[in-house]
């Protein structure tokens, strides 16, 4: 079998917000980041250290759907809506139902949303685009869902 064959495939995915799952079409802004400060040792000019600052700021997921008529779940998550049950993203083998990747934060909080242009000449979907804040993912990578 060609190592292509065993690629995880992004197109498949469920999301959990708040014990609540929910579809999305596209989350994207999947990340962890953590700063580090530089220290130079006095003496010693052959090498710096990294040391862990204290976060300064949160990473932003983006989560983006299809408005639909008559929505109820997903129109809860305005601005300042906090997230106090976590956010679980599960990425989806083309079978089986044990993710192969799963990306999850104790806590978030919506900071933006934001709809597309309103355009009376186009016939498309109106998406809405949902900005979540958070503390940091966890990856788990799952070799049985591959």
Not at 88 to 94: A, F, K, L, N, Q
Request: glycine fraction near 8%; charged fraction near 20%; hydrophobic fraction near 40%.
């Amino acid at each position: 079998m060609s190592m292509h064959n065993d690629l995880a495939k992004h197109t498949k995915f469920k999301v959990i917000l708040n014990g609540t799952p929910l579809g999305f079409s596209k989350v994207s802004n999947i990340s962890a980041t953590m700063e580090f400060e530089t220290v130079v040792e006095g003496g010693v000019n052959d090498r710096v250290h990294y040391l862990p600052k204290p976060r300064q700021t949160m990473d932003k997921l983006v989560l983006e759907y299809g408005i639909a008529s008559g929505e109820l779940l997903r129109t809860t998550l305005t601005a300042g809506s906090e997230l106090n049950m976590g956010i679980v993203i599960m990425v989806m083998p083309e079978s089986g139902a044990i993710p192969t990747a799963t990306y999850e934060a104790d806590w978030g909080i919506v900071t933006k949303w934001e709809i597309d242009t309103l355009d009376a000449l186009d016939s498309g979907l109106l998406i809405k685009k949902v900005e979540i804040s958070h503390t940091g993912l966890n990856e788990t990578i799952n070799k049985i869902g591959l």
